[in-house]
């Protein structure tokens, strides 16, 4: 049984940056991806990359949120720059093996990400 356990989360102001992870125990996926839960709002899919480094992005984050691997550490990592107000959402970790983004079911527990204006 996989476990996703993120951290690096916390409060920052507009245009700061923030670096998530997350570390995997057991299997590793071809794809781990970020998603984003704001207050009042459904979660949403920011950024996933499988074994061989291929990426996609959320449109809101392109440009300034760059995801990562690090397979032999089975670990994977969120850079988020220019952060803005709208970015704040508690941040998940997720593993699939396929790349579509409503199959991923297994998540971490998530982060708090806060960004004030």
């Known amino acids: 049984q996989v476990q996703l356990v993120e951290s690096g989360g916390g409060l920052v102001q507009a245009g700061g940056s923030l670096r998530l992870s997350c570390a995997a125990s057991?299997?590793?996926?071809?794809?781990m991806g970020w998603f984003r839960q704001a207050p009042g709002k459904e979660r949403e899919f920011v950024s996933h990359?499988?074994?061989?480094?291929?990426?996609e992005y959320a449109d809101s984050v392109k440009g300034r949120f760059t995801i990562s691997r690090e397979n032999a550490k089975n670990t994977l990592f969120l850079q988020m720059k220019d952060l803005k107000p709208d970015d704040t959402a508690v941040y998940y970790c997720?593993?699939?093996?396929?790349?579509?983004?409503?199959?991923?079911?297994?998540w971490g527990k998530g982060t708090q990400v806060t960004v004030s204006s």
């Open positions: 997720a593993a699939s093996n396929t790349g579509r983004i409503d199959q991923y079911v297994n």
């Open positions: 057991g299997r590793i996926f071809y794809y």
């Open positions: 990359i499988n074994t061989l480094d291929g990426t």
